[in-house]
């Protein structure tokens, strides 16, 4: 059940919530409502009577079983990083290698990725890569690259956690956590990013449905950190003519389940440079919160992905384009807002 708290409430009505789930063998989070007050997820049902308390609004009995990623949770949220907010309505474009190469290398690539738009660094210092051959990252070497091209741009750093036990040695470096495709059901690491308080982005599985998605999500809300951003960056498909296809399906979906922000990758999502800007625009019309791009001063010379990533003047067209584009949407929406029937996903 969730239960929500209004703002004037006092104190020791939450509490009561807290305890007498307790009381029941229950499992209960709770999350600010994003209006001043709260709400209570339950993990089964307390009693009705020892809910009559001071504040306690609306009382919802049957919900989802993400219910706290769910959208009967909360309305949606905005997730800062550092100081670039999430979620707020203008989209923000996140922009850098896909792996740390060098110091000098990083911070030449964070000033062009910022001169292009770009809000947010983004660099791998730990790579998952399929061949145990390629190349894997600097590792904590990275991380202070990652470090000191923020000094140097002002740039919050986006970077990947692999394992449980580089949680906290990334979050020292990092403004936010990125859990890759191959880790989005990595449990263990769910959980460790979920008690920590810096931002998480986590990446759908390649081979994953919706709501397992919110599921994996669900994991790091419930281990204590509200700080989740989701990121579609394509599913694997019969046809090999790509090396994923993005699913734009899933944005405005999304939006009708979670309150989370949503980011699109079309770098991973198409895995060839000459789509990445056609499949970044789509992704902003399909209502995106924002964007995630692989960019190189020289892609064709680029460690790691060079055949998707593009140049920061790529990144600059795609930047003016998303800004005039989603200033379009907002007017012709302005008075009548576009209202869809919800999906219904099975169980």
């Not at 339950?42 to 009995?61: A, Y």
């Not at 979920?194 to 931002?199: A, E, H, L, S």
């Not at 734009?248 to 699109?264: D, F, I, R, S, Y």
Request: glycine share 10%; with cysteine; proline share 7%.
């Amino acid at each position: 059940m969730i239960v929500s708290v209004t703002a004037d409430a006092p104190h020791s009505t939450s509490e009561a919530v807290l305890a007498a789930a307790a009381e029941h063998g229950l499992t209960a989070r709770m999350l600010p409502d994003g209006n001043g007050g709260a709400a209570i997820g339950i993990s089964g049902v307390v009693p009705l009577p020892g809910l009559q308390l001071p504040g306690i609004g609306e009382i919802k009995m049957v919900h989802k079983p993400y219910m706290l990623a769910s959208l009967e949770m909360r309305p949606a949220s905005t997730v800062m990083v550092g100081g670039v907010p999430i979620g707020n309505g203008e989209p923000v474009l996140i922009a850098g290698p896909c792996a740390v190469e060098g110091r000098d290398e990083l911070i030449e690539a964070a000033r062009a990725a910022r001169a292009a738009g770009a809000r947010l660094l983004r660099g791998g210092a730990f790579k998952p890569r399929t061949s145990p051959y390629s190349f894997q990252g600097f590792g904590e070497e990275g991380l202070r690259h990652l470090a000191a091209a923020r000094e140097e741009t002002g740039l919050p750093v986006v970077t990947e956690v692999m394992e449980p036990d580089q949680v906290e040695l990334v979050a020292e470096y990092a403004d936010m956590l990125q859990i890759g495709t191959r880790n989005m059901a990595n449990f263990p690491l769910l959980k460790r990013a979920g008690q920590i308080t810096k931002p998480v982005m986590l990446k759908r599985g390649f081979a994953s449905t919706i709501e397992e998605w919110l599921m994996s999500a669900e994991y790091i809300l419930a281990h204590g950190n509200p700080n989740v951003v989701l990121c579609e960056r394509g599913i694997r498909t019969f046809d090999p003519t790509f090396r994923f296809n993005l699913d734009l399906n899933a944005v405005p979906g999304l939006k009708e389940l979670t309150h989370l922000p949503v980011l699109v990758d079309p770098s991973h999502g198409t895995g060839q440079r000459s789509l990445v800007a056609r499949m970044a625009l789509a992704g902003i019309a399909a209502g995106a919160d924002g964007l995630m791009i692989e960019t190189h001063p020289d892609p064709a010379h680029a460690l790691c992905d060079g055949a998707q990533t593009i140049t920061p003047a790529e990144l600059a067209r795609i930047h003016r384009t998303m800004l005039a584009m989603r200033a379009t949407i907002d007017e012709q929406f302005a008075d009548e807002p576009l209202v869809l029937d919800p999906i219904v996903l099975s169980a």
